[in-house]
């Protein structure tokens, strides 16, 4: 998803040292920037080199085996999208190359010379009403262990119940490749960004609950999701009601 040129003047940051700023705090906070492109393909990367004087900012790309990275250079537009907290920063990659080193592999670029600042709304979140769905599965395929129960969710985000022990997505970063399954029929791919973990009250076996963002869901994704919203309220209204 490329900038968005039309976006109102208040979500449009121009000023170098403000940008500078901006990249700075993601650098400190080590956040996931994720990057995507024109092939539809997108790789989850953390800024390593920042120098505003050489107009420098260097990107370490993780495991890639498919080659995503190279593929994004080669399309020549880059966008990557981060969070601070409640505040999505989301801005356009010019001139990447990849640079090979003992560290890995870096995508090169130069400052970004527009940023976009969007607060993200305190959108409306319901609990589902069934014990099955909504769902997501994880990479692998609906094995134990791989479904993680939905316990709140809104156009925004979710709750996951995850297993005890280890959470079975990384905080802090990007996780592709996941299916939310919202009933039988409804099954859609997203990203979630987990922001936080902490253990479910009076859960016996120690789960716990993962607070995730959506990252980028596309309108057809957006419109189920408020779809699901609006239809769980309604029903939960008219339950309130026979009661």
Do not use: W
């Not at 999208?81 to 890995?104: I, N």
């Amino acid at each position: 998803m490329s900038a968005p040129e039309a976006a109102p003047e208040e979500f449009r940051v121009a000023a170098p040292a403000e940008i500078t700023a901006y990249l700075h705090e993601l650098q400190r906070d080590n956040a996931t920037v994720l990057l995507s492109g024109p092939p539809s393909q997108s790789l989850a990367s953390r800024i390593t080199a920042l120098d505003a004087a050489a107009d420098v900012l260097g990107l370490a790309i993780g495991a890639d085996p498919d080659g995503i990275s190279q593929a994004l250079v080669a399309s020549g537009e880059i966008t990557a999208v981060a969070y601070l907290g409640a505040v999505k920063l989301q801005f356009e990659l010019d001139g990447a190359v990849l640079v090979s080193g003992d560290q890995g592999t870096v995508l090169r670029a130069g400052l970004p010379t527009r940023l976009y600042r969007f607060q993200r709304r305190q959108a409306y979140r319901v609990q589902p009403a069934g014990s099955v769905y909504p769902r997501v599965v994880l990479p692998g395929g609906d094995v134990a262990g791989r479904a993680l129960r939905v316990l709140d969710i809104s156009i925004g985000g979710l709750a996951l119940a995850a297993p005890p022990g280890t959470p079975p997505l990384p905080l802090g970063q990007a996780t592709t490749g996941l299916v939310l399954e919202l009933d039988r029929l409804t099954a859609l791919r997203v990203s979630l960004l987990p922001h936080h973990a902490s253990p479910i009250a009076g859960d016996a076996l120690g789960a716990q609950q993962m607070g995730c963002a959506f990252v980028d869901p596309d309108a057809v994704t957006t419109r189920a999701l408020q779809m699901y919203v609006d239809q769980t309220q309604k029903r939960r209204r008219l339950l309130k009601l026979d009661a």
